[in-house]
C-alpha cells in the first residue's frame, strides 16, 4: 500500500474515533440532566435553587407545586370518602368482607378509601358492567356524585348486585320527583332509605340506599296494571299554578295570559334519572307552531335530548315535516281506536300569513257525525288508537310531555287515556279544551262550533289531576 493511501486511513479512524467520543459525551450529558431534572420533580417538589443545574426553573416550580396541590387534593377526597364508607359500615350496609363496586371513578379515590379502611375486596371502574363481571358478584356497589349511564344504572348494577347486597348513591336531585325516578330505574331494589349529607365541596347532597331483594320478594311485591297517585306528586300538583275556575269573559286574552303563569314539572324537579325524553303534539299543526315556537324555545328541558312525535292529520301540513330528521310524524288522527274516519275541515279562503305561521285558521279539524253530512268539505282520513300507541311507544321510565289541541275530540281521549292506563305514562300535558265559549267577533254570542260547556271543560282538568297528572290549561 502506498504511504498516501496510508495516511487517508489514519485520518479516517481518527475521525470515527473523535466522532464516537463526542457521541458519547453527549449522551451522558443528557443522560445526567434526565435524572437531575426527575430528581427536581419528584423529589424536591420542582424547586432550583442557585447552586442546582437545572433548565426550565420556573416550569419545573409550577410542575412541582400543581404536583403537590393535586396529592392534597386527592389525600381530601379519600378521606371523605373513607369517613362516608365509615359511616356505612356503622349502619350495616358494608363490611370489611363486602366484595365490594364503585361505579365510574376514573381516578380511584373511592377504591383507595375503601381500601384503606379496611374493604380490601373492592375495585372502581368507568365502564358497564355487562363489560366485566357475571351476576350476582358484588355486595355492596357504590356511585359517588350521581353520575351513571342511566342503563347501567337499571338492569347492569341490578345484575352483578348479589341479593341482599347494597346500592348506595350519591345524587345532586334532592327533590321526590327525581328520587323517585331514581327508585323506578331499579324493580330489583327495595328502598332503605334517603337522607341529605355534606358534599365533597360542603355543599348538601342526597345519599340514597336500596338492597336487591330476593326473586321471591320482588314478584309479590310488584302490581300489576295498577296506576297508583304517590303522594310526592299530589304535592307537586299543590305547587302548580291554579286552575282558572270561573269561566272568561274572554277568553283569547285570559288564557294566553295564563299561560305565562305556567309552573312546568321540569322547572320543579330533576328529571336526570329517566331513560328517554319524548315529547308528543297531538294536533300539531305546522312545524312552527307550537314545536318550535313554544316547545324548543320555552320549555325547559334541562339540557336533555327529547324525541319529538307530531300528530297532524291535515294534509295542509304534512310537507313542512319533510326532512326535519328531530321529529316522527305521523300523518293520522288521535283516536279512541283504529278506523277510517270522516273530518270536516274548517277552512278560510285567504288565511293571513300570521295565521299560516302559528296553524290557525285553516284546516281545523272535528269529527263529522256521518259522511253524508258535509259532503262538499270533508276529509277522509285514518285514527288511531291513541292511548294504545302510546303504551306501545313509551315506557314508565320515560319522561313524557304531551299537548293536545285536538278540536273537542279531549273529551274521548283523555277517558280512553284513564281507561286504559295509559295515562299513567305522561308526566305533563297542555290541554287544550274546547267549549262554547264567548266569541271574540259577536259580544255576548257563544260559538256553535263545539256544545261542551266550560264548567265541563273545568271537569276534565281537575279529573287528571286527581290522578296525578299534571295538567295545564292550554290555550
Known amino acids: 500500500m502506498d504511504p498516501l493511501t496510508l495516511k487517508l486511513n489514519s485520518n479516517n479512524n481518527n475521525n470515527n474515533l473523535v466522532r464516537n467520543t463526542i457521541v458519547r459525551v453527549l449522551s451522558f450529558c443528557v443522560l445526567i440532566f434526565a435524572v437531575r431534572f426527575a430528581y427536581f420533580v419528584t423529589v424536591k417538589g420542582g424547586s432550583c435553587v442557585s447552586n442546582d443545574f437545572c433548565f426550565f426553573s420556573q416550569n419545573v416550580k409550577q410542575l412541582g407545586r400543581a404536583t403537590v396541590s393535586d396529592t392534597r387534593n386527592r389525600r381530601k377526597i379519600i378521606t371523605y370518602y373513607s369517613s362516608v364508607f365509615q359511616d356505612l359500615i356503622a349502619e350495616g350496609f358494608l363490611s370489611p368482607i363486602?366484595?365490594?363496586?364503585?361505579?365510574?371513578?376514573i381516578t380511584g379515590e373511592t377504591v383507595t378509601a375503601l381500601k384503606e379502611i379496611g374493604v380490601s375486596d373492592s375495585i372502581a371502574i368507568s365502564k358497564k358492567p355487562s363489560l366485566l363481571f357475571v351476576d350476582n358478584t358484588f355486595d355492596f356497589v357504590f356511585s359517588p356524585n350521581g353520575g351513571l349511564d342511566r342503563?347501567?344504572?337499571?338492569?347492569?348494577?341490578?345484575?352483578?348486585?348479589?341479593?341482599?347486597?347494597?346500592?348506595?348513591?350519591h345524587t345532586m336531585a334532592k327533590d321526590e320527583y327525581s328520587l323517585h325516578s331514581l327508585l323506578d330505574l331499579f324493580t330489583c331494589c327495595g328502598f332503605i332509605r334517603s337522607r341529605e349529607i355534606n358534599g365533597l365541596d360542603s355543599s348538601t347532597i342526597r345519599e340514597v340506599v336500596l338492597r336487591k331483594e330476593t326473586?321471591?320478594?320482588?314478584?309479590?311485591?310488584?302490581?300489576?296494571n295498577k296506576c297508583l297517585v304517590p303522594g310526592y306528586k299530589r304535592d307537586i300538583i299543590?305547587?302548580?299554578?291554579?286552575?282558572?275556575?270561573?269561566?272568561?269573559?274572554?277568553?283569547?286574552?285570559?288564557?294566553?295570559?295564563?299561560?305565562?303563569?305556567?309552573?312546568?314539572?321540569?322547572s320543579m324537579v330533576d328529571i336526570s334519572f329517566k331513560d328517554r325524553y319524548i315529547y308528543v303534539d297531538v294536533g300539531a299543526r305546522s312545524y312552527s307552531s307550537s314545536i318550535v315556537s313554544w316547545f324548543k324555545k320555552q320549555y325547559p328541558k334541562q339540557n336533555k335530548?327529547?324525541?319529538?312525535?307530531a300528530i297532524e292529520a291535515d294534509k295542509a301540513f304534512h310537507n313542512e315535516y319533510r326532512g326535519k330528521k328531530?321529529?316522527?310524524?305521523?300523518?293520522?288522527?288521535?283516536?279512541?281506536?283504529?278506523?277510517?274516519?270522516?273530518?270536516?275541515?274548517?277552512?278560510?279562503?285567504?288565511p293571513s300569513k300570521k295565521e299560516m305561521g302559528k296553524g290557525r285558521g285553516?284546516?281545523?279539524?272535528?269529527?263529522?257525525?256521518?259522511?253524508?253530512?258535509?259532503?262538499?268539505?270533508?276529509?277522509?282520513?285514518?285514527?288511531?288508537?291513541?292511548?294504545?300507541?302510546?303504551?306501545?311507544?313509551?315506557?314508565?321510565?320515560?319522561?313524557v310531555v304531551v299537548k293536545m289541541d285536538v278540536e273537542g275530540t279531549e273529551f274521548h281521549l283523555i277517558p280512553r287515556l284513564i281507561e286504559t292506563g295509559a295515562i299513567c305514562l305522561i308526566d305533563e300535558i297542555f290541554l287544550e279544551?274546547?267549549?262554547?265559549?264567548?266569541?271574540?267577533c259577536c259580544p255576548g254570542q257563544r260559538s256553535v262550533k263545539y256544545q261542551k260547556t266550560y264548567d265541563q271543560c273545568l271537569e276534565l282538568l281537575r279529573s287528571l289531576r286527581e290522578r296525578g297528572v299534571l295538567v295545564h290549561q292550554w290555550w
Open 98 to 105: 363486602s366484595k365490594s363496586l364503585c361505579i365510574q371513578t
Open 151 to 169: 342503563s347501567v344504572l337499571g338492569s347492569e348494577i341490578g345484575r352483578t348486585l348479589k341479593p341482599g347486597g347494597f346500592l348506595v348513591v
Open 215 to 224: 326473586p321471591q320478594s320482588i314478584a309479590n311485591g310488584h302490581l300489576v
Open 238 to 266: 299543590r305547587m302548580a299554578e291554579e286552575l282558572i275556575d270561573k269561566e272568561p269573559l274572554k277568553p283569547w286574552i285570559t288564557l294566553k295570559r295564563n299561560m305565562k303563569k305556567i309552573k312546568y314539572l321540569s
Open 305 to 309: 335530548t327529547f324525541r319529538i312525535y
Open 326 to 350: 328531530a321529529v316522527t310524524l305521523l300523518p293520522y288522527a288521535a283516536w279512541i281506536r283504529n278506523e277510517t274516519l270522516f273530518f270536516e275541515i274548517t277552512r278560510r279562503d285567504n
Open 362 to 399: 285553516m284546516g281545523r279539524i272535528h269529527t263529522v257525525q256521518s259522511s253524508a253530512t258535509y259532503v262538499d268539505d270533508v276529509d277522509k282520513i285514518y285514527g288511531f288508537d291513541f292511548a294504545g300507541w302510546l303504551k306501545s311507544v313509551v315506557k314508565e321510565r320515560d319522561f
Open 433 to 440: 279544551c274546547h267549549y262554547n265559549r264567548w266569541q271574540r
